[in-house]
């Protein structure tokens, strides 16, 4: 958790409860943020690391929920 946090850091981030959320998804998916894609995408230009994790979290929220159509289980 230690080794997420700094890394957190490393990448920009300040808010705390961001870097707790992206302390969750490295437990859940363990490289995630030292992947090149995703480190270019959150160092990018443009928004704060917050704000690009903030988007991450809402595809991924789009990309969990039941499509039209689906049914529930």
Known sequence: MREAYEHGLSLGF??????IYMMYLSADWPGLFRRPGTVRYL???GATPEQR???MIAVLHKLAAPQDGERKS
């Open 14 to 19: 300040g808010a705390l409860s961001h870097l």
């Open 43 to 45: 160092r990018r230009p």
């Open 53 to 55: 994790l903030d988007d």
